[in-house]
């Protein structure tokens, strides 16, 4: 039997208008919307736990995608590793990744409030306070839900590990 839909990871990649006509007609269905977002410079064990784990708080899955320009704000001149588009078309091939933003700005406070989530992701190295978009979530019954990290992996650490094992 075919399946009744199949998605090409590029078709989940979209610009934020097209984010929030979809989180619209997810919302029909009444569909529980869950976010997160980050650089995912470096897709590994760690952020695959954190995606499942916050695909399985709700229907649909959003990432916000730190762009390349932001991520060199953030993590400085020598990241991002892969750019955009790559990390954008990994982050995609996931099948409990629903929709993948790429967004340009220094939080993704913007589309925090266009897409209104009904619950909102971060590691636990955060507090719900320093949460970009957590009192904003919070003030129309949203959740913000903080996940336990898997040790030992984060992208920094990895490239630390492989320069000093290969470098």
Same mark, same amino acid.
């Given at each position: 039997?075919?399946? #009744?839909? !199949?998605?090409?990871t590029k078709d989940k990649i979209v610009d934020l208008t097209t984010a929030v006509q979809k989180v619209h007609a997810w ?5 529980? @919307?869950?976010? &997160? ?10 952020? @695959? !736990?954190? #995606? ?9 899955? =959003?990432?916000?995608?730190? /762009? ?5 704000? =953030? ?16 982050l995609a091939a996931l099948e409990f990744v629903d929709l993948v933003v790429i967004f340009d700005e220094p939080t993704p406070? &913007?589309? @925090? *409030? ?14 719900? %306070?320093?949460? +970009?978009?957590? /009192?904003? +979530?919070? /003030?129309?019954?949203? %959740?913000?839900?903080?996940?336990? #990290?898997?040790?030992?992996? /984060?992208?920094?650490?990895? @490239?630390? *590990? ?6």
């Open positions: 039997m075919e399946p #009744l839909y !199949t998605y090409r919302r029909v269905y009444d569909d529980k @919307i869950v976010f &997160t977002n980050g650089c995912f410079d470096l897709l590994h064990l760690g952020h @695959i !736990t954190l #995606l499942e784990e916050a695909a399985a708080l709700g229907d649909k899955l =959003i990432v916000g995608l730190n /762009s390349d320009r932001s991520v060199k704000q =953030i993590k400085g001149e020598k990241r991002p590793l892969f750019n955009q588009q790559e990390r954008a078309r990994l406070e &913007t589309l @925090i *409030r266009a897409l209104r989530p009904d619950v909102l992701v971060k590691g636990a190295d955060y507090t719900i %306070e320093n949460v +970009v978009g957590a /009192s904003f +979530v919070q /003030s129309y019954g949203g %959740e913000v839900k903080l996940l336990p #990290l898997v040790e030992n992996y /984060s992208t920094t650490q990895l @490239i630390q *590990r492989i320069c000093k094992n290969h470098g």
